[in-house]
């Protein structure tokens, strides 16, 4: 079978084009077995996906912030009570605003998290409006670690997925500890899925 949009030659069976990921033929309904050897279509239990990994973004520069803050807030403290003559307790209450900033960074790093399942990568954001994001590992076409020099030096970094949409989008793993080890499960399941 040819693909219609890039001309490469795909197999018989193949869903999408392998180099562009068109989708070739008319989607079949997904089924799973059940132990009972019956089919069951269209199951929605997410029971059913084995979890490979699951990881939030890094939170080693949140507590740097906060180390910074609580330095800068002592800091204010003295500068208003002992200098300025300010109050003690509106200088502790003006130096603990200081720990809000990296507090806030804090809670949208937790905010986020990235799994990994037998088909699936997943991404999760948001807390109240929550928005979760599936890319089928099938559709993946190639997954490249990525770090600056500071990321390297504190041992983490970005891992691409280049996905294979009409879009052609790509998607990033932010700030994630130790890179290499979470691309290389995720090859792994990829070429378990290609066999």
């Known amino acids: 079978m040819f693909c219609t949009k890039c001309g490469t030659q795909n197999s018989d069976e193949a869903a999408f084009c392998r180099k562009c990921g068109l989708q070739l033929g008319e989607e079949i309904e997904t089924r799973v077995a059940a132990r009972g050897g019956s089919a069951i279509a269209g199951n929605d239990d997410d029971s059913d996906h084995e979890v490979i990994f699951t990881i939030s973004p890094t939170v080693k520069f ?7 803050a609580v330095l800068s807030a002592f800091l204010v403290v003295g500068v208003f009570s002992i200098m300025l003559g300010v109050s003690p307790i509106f200088a502790v209450i003006i130096g603990l605003l200081f720990l809000l900033v990296p507090a806030y960074f804090h809670i949208r790093q937790k905010l986020v998290r990235y799994s990994l ?55 990033v793993l932010d700030n994630i500890d130790s890179p290499r080890k979470y691309a290389d499960l995720l090859l792994k399941q990829m070429r378990r899925l290609d066999r």
């Open 117 to 171: 399942t037998d088909t699936t990568i997943e991404i999760d954001r948001g807390l109240i409006s929550r928005t979760t994001q599936n890319i089928p590992l099938r559709r993946v076409q190639d997954v490249t670690v990525s770090a600056s020099f500071m990321q390297r030096l504190l041992g983490f970094g970005d891992i691409v997925v280049d996905n294979a949409s009409e879009t052609g989008n790509k998607v």
């Open 62 to 68: 949140i507590m740097a912030g906060y180390a910074f």
